[in-house]
Every structure is written in C-alpha cells, then in structure tokens.
C-alpha cells in the first residue's frame, strides 16, 4: 500500500525530516559517550538541516560534509559496558534486545516530537515515521525470506552482530580471530594426512628458502623436468 502509492522522492524527505529531529538524540548520546567531537558535528547538522533544509526536508549537511551519525541510549550502555543480554522481538518495532528495549524511554524524551502539545499531530506524525521506516526495511525483509533457512536465527545474529559493532564504531572484534591469525595457525600446522602434493605447497608457502633442486644442467631437458617435479611433490630429500 503505502509503499506503493508513495513517489519514492516523498518517502526521502519524509525520512530527512525525522532523521533531522532524531540528531539531537545522536548528540547527546555522542557526548555521553565521550565522542565531543561526533556531537558537535550532530548539532552541526541539526542546524544545517533545520534552517538551510527547511525543517530538515533537505538533508544539506550530508552535501556539506556533515555524516549522518548512528547512536542511541541502548549503544551508549553498551558502551559503558552493558551487555545485550536476552534477543526480544517487538510488537511493530521489530528485533531489539534487553538491554535495548528499555533504552528507547530513554531516548523519546530527547525527540522534539515528545514536546510538542498537540496529541493528534504528534501521534499522526509518529505514526507517519513508523510506517516510512518500515517501507524502508522491505527490500531487506524480501531478501530474508528469499535466502535464509531459519528467518528467526538469521535476523536474531543479523541484528545482535550489527548492534555489538555499532557499539564498537565498526572496529573489530577483539575475541574474535583475525584473518592473520587464522593465516598463521594454517600455515604453521600441516597436517601429516595431507597428500604430498598439497603439503608441499603448504611448506612452500611457509618456508623463505626454496624447497626445490635446481637439476644439474648437463642432464637432458626431460630429466630435468623430471628432477624439478619430485621437488614439487616433496619427494627428494
């Protein structure tokens, strides 16, 4: 329905305009986080947006360089080293955790929507968002059903690995193995089941001296040939 009838040039400046009120939020859970800097470039766009981007139907500050930020009371725990805990799904608001869920009353207040007097039109503006944001998640949702065998587990690992790095502003995770690490153990192990052929390229790999003979030069070219691939294989000492 909605996603249908609305031009999708609507749905953007719908999505602008209360991404513009939702910085504010970002900007004090950027401070709270010990991120000044992020939080002045959030309070930096909500000006850009709200005046030069009539009320933030025109995200301006994006053109101008300003990132929009991602960050909320929920993260802000993590941060202080809050853990998840339990997954939960919400009624219309979709995956969200323990530690999460409650966060949200944290962050409404900071939303101007939250102030403003006249019931019918905060709550129809809300209603509004609800919608938009959901329209928005629909490729996503199409591309879950298409592929994942267990829509539950994938969504549930989808979101808490997402949320963990959100946390981390993107940086890895240190209790997991890096690529280098696993690289080293691979390459230091060879196993003896192996077949000489492919343990051979595993030492080669390993190893900074030559594991071949160069044959002697006198011998004819196909005993050469046949010199260098008993090398290859491993099979001259």
Do not use: C, M
Not at 12 to 21: A, P, Q
Not at 101 to 119: E, G, K, Q, T
Request: glycine letters at 6%.
């Amino acid at each position: 329905g909605y996603d249908k009838v609305t031009p999708p040039e609507i749905k953007t400046v719908i999505g602008n305009f209360f991404s513009n009120l939702d910085d504010i939020s970002v900007a004090v859970n950027n401070l709270l986080q010990g991120k000044p800097k992020a939080a002045g470039s959030d309070i930096t766009r909500f000006a850009l947006n709200t005046t030069i981007g009539i009320v933030g139907l025109a995200d301006v500050a994006t053109e101008l360089g300003f990132q929009k930020n991602d960050e909320d009371f929920g993260q802000t725990l993590g941060v202080w080293g809050v853990g998840s805990g339990p997954y939960l799904v919400l009624p219309l608001l979709g995956p969200s955790s323990l530690r999460d869920a409650p966060s949200r009353f944290v962050d409404a207040p900071l939303d101007p929507l939250f102030h403003y007097d006249n019931v019918r039109v905060r709550n129809s503006l809300l209603v509004v968002n609800l919608v938009n944001t959901r329209a928005r998640l629909l490729p996503a949702t199409d591309l879950v059903e298409r592929v994942a065998l267990d829509q539950y587990a994938f969504v549930r690992d989808a979101y808490l690995k997402r949320r963990a790095s959100l946390v981390r502003d993107g940086a890895p995770d240190p209790d997991e193995p890096s690529y280098e690490d696993f690289e080293e153990e691979t390459r230091s192990e060879i196993p003896l089941s192996f077949p000489p052929f492919k343990a051979a390229l595993l030492q080669l790999e390993s190893t900074s001296t030559p594991l071949y003979v160069v044959p002697d030069a006198n011998l004819p070219v196909d005993l050469q040939q046949s010199e260098r691939a008993k090398s290859g294989l491993g099979l001259l000492n």
